[in-house]
């Protein structure tokens, strides 16, 4: 009974232990990889697929910074890579980096210094992006902004850096908001980040 007891146990661990990886391991895996995957402390996660209105206010929202960062010391940069110290690497939705980019290595697909970070939030990852992401952001000297996007219904908010480690959160509703990006003199209108995500009064 002991040794049937144990070996259940046993085939029970092994079939619970994630397979743990070295960061140069990591990287080989993700660069080959056709869906990219964050890295934290020897651990990958796939990153979620986006969905239709997902892709559809991430395409808005770089759009529209593009636009607004033209002629500015500042660009957008997404599908990139960001490294959070030596063992956690992350894919933001978007992300403004100001000056030249910070990169880890010759292939230039890892950066190290956003200034602004923006995430669309969905059910699944809402917890993540606002807390253990969020967290992570904050221990990056360059980050100022955070920019986040609701799916649901014509939300946005901002948590904006301010003097030290305090940070203070400013919402926004409605199709007729405009929301504010100060640390680069960005002002977004809600009707523009919505644009075909469904919402009609959104100029679709």
């Given at each position: 009974?002991?040794?049937?007891?144990?070996?259940?146990?046993?085939?029970?661990?092994?079939?619970?232990?994630?397979?743990?990886?070295?960061?140069?391991?990591?990287?080989?895996?993700?660069?080959?990889?056709?869906?990219?995957?964050?890295?934290?402390?020897?651990?990958?996660?796939?990153?979620?697929?986006?969905?239709?209105?997902?892709?559809?206010?991430?395409?808005?929202?770089?759009?529209?910074?593009?636009?607004?960062?033209?002629?500015?010391?500042?660009?957008?940069?997404?599908?990139?890579?960001?490294?959070?110290?030596?063992?956690?690497?992350?894919?933001?939705?978007?992300?403004?980096?100001?000056?030249?980019?910070?990169?880890?290595?010759?292939?230039?697909?890892?950066?190290?210094?956003?200034?602004?970070?923006?995430?669309?939030?969905?059910?699944?990852?809402?917890?993540y992006d606002?807390?253990?992401?969020?967290?992570?952001?904050?221990?990056?000297?360059?980050?100022?902004?955070?920019?986040?996007?609701?799916?649901?219904?014509?939300?946005?908010?901002?948590?904006?850096?301010?003097?030290?480690?305090?940070?203070?959160?400013?919402?926004?509703?409605?199709?007729?908001?405009?929301?504010?990006?100060?640390?680069?003199?960005?002002?977004?209108?809600?009707?523009?980040?919505?644009?075909?995500?469904?919402?009609?009064?959104a100029g679709?």
């Open positions: 009974m002991y040794d049937r007891g144990w070996r259940r146990y046993t085939l029970l661990m092994s079939a619970l232990r994630v397979e743990r990886h070295t960061v140069e391991e990591y990287l080989a895996l993700d660069r080959a990889a056709e869906v990219p995957g964050e890295y934290h402390d020897g651990e990958m996660f796939s990153v979620e697929a986006a969905t239709l209105r997902h892709s559809a206010i991430s395409l808005q929202a770089k759009r529209r910074l593009t636009e607004r960062l033209e002629g500015k010391p500042c660009r957008v940069v997404e599908e990139v890579r960001l490294r959070i110290g030596p063992t956690k690497f992350v894919y933001p939705d978007i992300m403004v980096v100001c000056g030249q980019p910070a990169t880890t290595d010759e292939y230039l697909d890892t950066i190290t210094n956003p200034k602004v970070i923006v995430e669309i939030l969905s059910p699944s990852t809402e917890d606002y807390g253990t992401k969020f967290e992570l952001y904050r221990r990056l000297p360059s980050f100022e902004e955070y920019l986040l996007i609701a799916q649901d219904r014509p939300r946005v908010e901002v948590f904006r850096k301010m003097s030290g480690e305090r940070w203070v959160l400013s919402t926004y509703r409605g199709l007729d908001a405009e929301v504010a990006l100060e640390t680069v003199d960005v002002a977004l209108r809600l009707a523009e980040l919505y644009v075909g995500a469904g919402f009609p009064a679709e």
